[in-house]
C-alpha cells in the first residue's frame, strides 16, 4: 500500500527556518512527480512547491519563490521542502503529494496519493 508520511514540522520563529520531509514508502515514486501543499485555518488548501521525477524543474507559489525550495532523492523515496525566511502567514499544515509526471503540477486534482499533513507554526 503506498504510503507518504511528513516529517519536520514544527513550531519556528520569524525569519527562521525549517526543513519537511516526504518519505514514500510501499511503491517507488522515483518516476512521479512530487508536490507540497498547504492549508491555513478557514482557508482552501493551496500549492506551495513541485518538482518532477528527474528533480531537474521545480515548481514555486509566489508566496514562497524566493524563501521555499523543493528538492527530491529518488534512492531514498524522499522529496524535502526547505523553508527559509519563514513568515507567521505560512503558518498551516503541510502536505506531501505524488502525481503522474505529466500531470499539471499546480492542481490538486493531479496528484493520486497524498500524506497526512504536518503542522507548521510561524507566531507572530
Known amino acids: 500500500q503506498a504510503q507518504l508520511v511528513e516529517s519536520g514540522g514544527g513550531l519556528v520563529q520569524v525569519g527562521g527556518s525549517l526543513r519537511l520531509s516526504c518519505a514514500a514508502s510501499?511503491?517507488?515514486?522515483?518516476?512521479?512527480?512530487m508536490g507540497w501543499f498547504r492549508q491555513a485555518p478557514g482557508k482552501e488548501r493551496e500549492f506551495v512547491a513541485s518538482?518532477?521525477?528527474?528533480?531537474?524543474?521545480?515548481y514555486y507559489a509566489d508566496a514562497v519563490k524566493g524563501r521555499f525550495t523543493i528538492s527530491r532523492d529518488n534512492a531514498k523515496n524522499t522529496v524535502y521542502l526547505q523553508m527559509n525566511s519563514l513568515k507567521p502567514e505560512d503558518t498551516a499544515v503541510y502536505s506531501c503529494a505524488a502525481r503522474p509526471d505529466a500531470n499539471d503540477p499546480y492542481r490538486e486534482y493531479s496528484y493520486a496519493y497524498w500524506g497526512q499533513g504536518i503542522q507548521v507554526t510561524v507566531p507572530s
Open positions: 510501499g511503491r517507488t515514486f522515483s518516476s512521479y512527480g
Open positions: 518538482i518532477n521525477w528527474r528533480g531537474s524543474r521545480s
